[in-house]
């Protein structure tokens, strides 16, 4: 994945891709897992943009994303997120 170019495109369960746009991407120190925050620019109906966030999963080359495993570590990634919309 290379975040330089913003775009990414995800294979959906189904066999399907779709492309989408990187936001950001992250890793904590502590456990060394990264994430990946992107958007397929869909509103709600508040009008506020959805985004995604995904575990980044890295086979040598290969890189797909995964799910989050824990209410815990749900958490860790909503204060990242607050804390990156405080400074914007």
Do not use: C
């Not at 775009?7 to 779709?18: F, H, L, P, S, Y």
């Not at 815990?72 to 914007?88: A, F, G, P």
Request: no cysteine; proline share 0%.
């Amino acid at each position: 994945m290379d975040i330089a170019d913003k775009k990414m495109v995800v294979v959906n369960e189904d066999g399907t891709k779709e492309e989408v746009e990187l936001l950001f991407a992250f890793e904590f120190n502590d456990t060394k897992k990264e994430y990946a925050v992107y958007t397929q620019n869909e509103k709600d109906e508040s009008g506020n943009i959805t985004i995604y966030v995904s575990s980044v999963l890295r086979d040598g080359e290969q890189v797909r994303l995964g799910g989050i495993e824990s209410d815990e570590e749900w958490s860790k990634i909503k204060d990242v997120l607050r804390e990156l919309s405080k400074k914007e």
